[in-house]
């Protein structure tokens, strides 16, 4: 497989470091200073085993790369970022590529059956970094992740099999699910909580506020009739695969949402997490008070571009409570 990979931030870099390094023909999309540093100096990939730096082939765009057809493209940028990547694909690269979706929510795939017929989904559990241009962070290890494939909405071709493959002998977990969009909802409810860490971090009351917000989700997706993989069947394949481990000269800070307010990135993918629940929960006559709230509060600390954790948590639950 030649494997592009769209978006060489936290996921994709990690992911389309470690398929390099273990001999795979892999090209990143990156952009600005990220991608100056990946062309002159290499893509370094930090992990508890140490440093490496890999000259990985890197683009600007998709019309940068010379197509073939048979491209495995992972789709790996922020779901507000996801149509803008797919009209640049398509105006680049031929229908026949497979478009692999390693993002969170479960907007994206539909946006890429809009424009592509070989789609993926990929609930992607793997505990990354990226802030600063050229440098990702893979803080689990000897495994870096879980990133169990579907064909969307739902099956397994040879396509998926062969993904699950390459990343089973890369330092990954992977296995093909025809019922993988179950999974992705399931990753969607854990991530509504990407937005409480990013403005109130450590604050009292975040951890119940986090599961307030959850129980939401859980309600709509029930009213909806949307079948998610239970939080017991997380657990059991999660395991023990997932082992963090402390990296030299780094210190670990929140997950996605979090990094984009870190690194002044300028836009957020909330609307795309808890606005999913709001839409949902509109479209079925299902509350989602908190939900709403806390998608209003992270477009806020975003437009006026605050520092992860400057949210003040009694003036959020002040507002809550009336």
Avoid at 235 to 241: F, T
């Amino acid at each position: 497989m030649r494997f592009v990979v769209y978006g060489a931030g936290a996921i994709g870099g990690v992911v389309g470091g470690r398929l390099y390094e273990h001999g795979h023909d892999v090209t990143l999309i990156a952009r600005g200073e990220h991608l100056r540093v990946i062309q002159s100096v290499g893509l370094r990939v930090d992990s508890p085993a140490g440093s490496v730096t890999l000259s990985i082939p890197a683009a600007s765009g998709p019309a940068d790369i010379d197509w073939t057809g048979d491209e495995v493209v992972m789709l790996a940028v922020k779901g507000q970022d996801t149509v803008g990547a797919l009209e640049a694909l398509r105006a680049a690269a031929p229908p026949t590529i497979a478009v692999v979706c390693l993002q969170n929510g479960v907007a994206n795939e539909r946006e890429a059956l809009r424009r592509f017929a070989r789609v993926y989904a990929v609930p992607v559990m793997s505990p990354t970094g990226h802030l600063e241009p050229g440098v990702v962070q893979a803080w689990s290890h000897p495994l870096a992740g879980i990133y169990d494939i579907g064909r969307y909405p739902s099956g397994v071709d040879e396509t998926a099999q062969g993904f699950a493959a390459a990343m089973s002998e890369s330092g990954f977990v992977s296995e093909p699910r025809a019922d993988v969009m179950r999974w992705k909802y399931r990753k969607l409810l854990m991530n509504l909580g990407n937005s409480v860490q990013a403005l109130f971090e450590r604050a009292d009351g975040a951890d119940d506020l986090a599961r307030a917000v959850r129980a939401e989700g859980e309600a709509v997706l029930v009213a909806a009739g949307i079948e998610v993989a239970t939080a017991e069947e997380d657990r059991e394949r999660r395991g023990s695969i997932l082992q963090l481990g402390p990296i030299e000269g780094a210190s670990r800070g929140g997950g996605s949402t979090w990094q984009s307010l870190a690194r002044g990135q300028g836009t957020v993918e909330t609307d795309y997490l808890n606005g999913e629940i709001v839409l949902l929960g509109r479209l079925h006559g299902v509350p989602t008070p908190l939900n709403e709230r806390l998608q209003r509060w992270m477009a806020a600390a975003n437009l006026a571009g605050a520092e992860p954790g400057a949210a003040d948590m009694a003036e959020f639950l002040a507002e809550s409570a009336g």
